[in-house]
């Protein structure tokens, strides 16, 4: 999740010693296994914020998963807001809530997140001009990779037997011919 | 040209496209997410500064004025990597800096300032993010650079660089100030 610059959490700080030798590879092991254990705490603080607002409303939940589905996570960009425990996920979430607990459309929210994060937040991108190669893109690709192996094939039929070489079976037959 | 050597030019030319897209993609950041809040009003705000809970800062108090907002947090190890620079840029008196101090406690955030230095004209106190969230703020720290007339004009992401500073943000303070 963390490249350069975009951190929400502290760093561990750098470990300066070579890695795995003696003691040191032990106490990196043991470090290694608590910060498992915190990050995994971290996740359940995460489920902990989110319960008590999903056990009130099941029906207003399960619309604000649904669209958070469609949602990136701008944190941890393979992840939808739906899936991802960074907090700003858990925050956009709610604000999700609110909106729709508001009275507000699917597509209010979807304009509030992109004109704060941009398109690149829909995993469903709108169709514009600067998205119509993302769009159309494969299909013309397909329809042209198609139309070219037309081509190809019925000008092979067209061809006389002499421009191609003989199958083996072929090469049989034409050995007895001569 | 003849067909024949057209057989192993187009696959060469197409691998040649291949390796120049994939060595560009090498090269792009995809947490760099272009802002759509670029050449929009700033969202407006009024937020209590974070030395005094008292005092709120509004946007339309830095009408009039090119200002810098930089959003950071106690919590934020990028931010720490980015200070120095920061505190350093703040004695040129380039520009007003104003910190947002983002989904942090107010002592840490005080203690942090008198530990490292406060490069701030004010800090403003954003406690639940959702100021943060409207300015679309996803990696912190962010620096956003506001115009006179309130326009965001600039943002970055993730911490500055001195070639940041040199090549990017000071060009648009002197042809913002101009």
């Given at each position: 999740m963390a490249t350069h610059g975009v951190i929400h959490r502290p760093k561990p700080s750098p470990q300066p010693s070579p890695r795995g030798r003696g003691r040191e590879g032990l106490d990196r092991g043991v470090r290694r296994l608590w910060t498992a254990v915190l990050l995994s705490l971290l996740a359940f603080g995460a489920f902990a914020k989110d319960a008590p607002n999903a056990a009130a409303d099941p029906a207003l939940e399960a619309r604000m998963m649904r669209i958070a589905q469609e949602l990136r996570c701008l944190v941890c960009q393979n992840q939808t807001i739906a899936d991802s425990h960074a907090d700003l996920a858990v925050d956009l979430r709610e604000e999700v809530r609110v909106m729709l607990r508001k009275g507000e459309s699917d597509e209010q929210v979807r304009k509030y997140m992109t004109d704060r994060y941009?398109?690149?937040?829909?995993?469903r991108p709108p169709v514009k001009a600067t998205t119509w190669l993302l769009w159309f893109g494969p299909g013309v690709l397909l329809v042209g990779g198609l139309l070219g192996l037309i081509l190809l094939l019925r000008k092979r039929t067209r061809m006389?037997?002499?421009?191609f070489e003989p199958d083996e079976a072929d090469g049989v037959e034409e050995e007895v011919r001569t | 040209m003849n067909m024949k050597s057209l057989r192993f030019i187009i696959p060469l030319g197409v691998f040649a496209l291949l390796v120049f897209f994939l060595w560009r993609g090498l090269r792009?950041?995809?947490?760099?997410v272009p802002s759509p809040l670029i050449g929009k009003p700033a969202p407006s705000f009024a937020l209590t500064r974070l030395d005094d809970a008292n005092a709120t800062l509004r946007?339309?108090?830095?009408?009039?004025k090119v200002w810098l907002l930089n959003v950071w947090a106690s919590w934020c190890g990028a931010c720490r990597e980015e200070h120095p620079l920061l505190v350093e840029f703040s004695k040129t008196k380039a520009v007003p800096i104003i910190g947002l101090n983002y989904k942090d406690q107010r002592s840490d955030g005080l203690g942090w300032l008198n530990r490292f230095g406060n490069p701030y004209d004010a800090s403003i106190f954003d406690q639940n993010g959702r100021v943060g969230i409207d300015f679309g703020?996803?990696?912190?720290p962010e620096t956003f650079v506001i115009d006179?007339?309130?326009?965001?004009r600039m943002k970055h992401i993730g911490p500055l660089t001195p070639d940041v500073i040199d090549k990017r943000l000071m060009p648009m303070l002197r042809k913002l100030n101009a």
């Amino acid at each position: 999740m963390a490249t350069h610059g975009v951190i929400h959490r502290p760093k561990p700080s750098p470990q300066p010693s070579p890695r795995g030798r003696g003691r040191e590879g032990l106490d990196r092991g043991v470090r290694r296994l608590w910060t498992a254990v915190l990050l995994s705490l971290l996740a359940f603080g995460a489920f902990a914020k989110d319960a008590p607002n999903a056990a009130a409303d099941p029906a207003l939940e399960a619309r604000m998963m649904r669209i958070a589905q469609e949602l990136r996570c701008l944190v941890c960009q393979n992840q939808t807001i739906a899936d991802s425990h960074a907090d700003l996920a858990v925050d956009l979430r709610e604000e999700v809530r609110v909106m729709l607990r508001k009275g507000e459309s699917d597509e209010q929210v979807r304009k509030y997140m992109t004109d704060r994060y941009g398109d690149f937040v829909l995993y469903r991108p709108p169709v514009k001009a600067t998205t119509w190669l993302l769009w159309f893109g494969p299909g013309v690709l397909l329809v042209g990779g198609l139309l070219g192996l037309i081509l190809l094939l019925r000008k092979r039929t067209r061809m006389s037997d002499d421009r191609f070489e003989p199958d083996e079976a072929d090469g049989v037959e034409e050995e007895v011919r001569t | 040209m003849n067909m024949k050597s057209l057989r192993f030019i187009i696959p060469l030319g197409v691998f040649a496209l291949l390796v120049f897209f994939l060595w560009r993609g090498l090269r792009l950041d995809p947490h760099e997410v272009p802002s759509p809040l670029i050449g929009k009003p700033a969202p407006s705000f009024a937020l209590t500064r974070l030395d005094d809970a008292n005092a709120t800062l509004r946007r339309d108090d830095m009408l009039g004025k090119v200002w810098l907002l930089n959003v950071w947090a106690s919590w934020c190890g990028a931010c720490r990597e980015e200070h120095p620079l920061l505190v350093e840029f703040s004695k040129t008196k380039a520009v007003p800096i104003i910190g947002l101090n983002y989904k942090d406690q107010r002592s840490d955030g005080l203690g942090w300032l008198n530990r490292f230095g406060n490069p701030y004209d004010a800090s403003i106190f954003d406690q639940n993010g959702r100021v943060g969230i409207d300015f679309g703020v996803y990696g912190v720290p962010e620096t956003f650079v506001i115009d006179k007339q309130g326009i965001i004009r600039m943002k970055h992401i993730g911490p500055l660089t001195p070639d940041v500073i040199d090549k990017r943000l000071m060009p648009m303070l002197r042809k913002l100030n101009a």
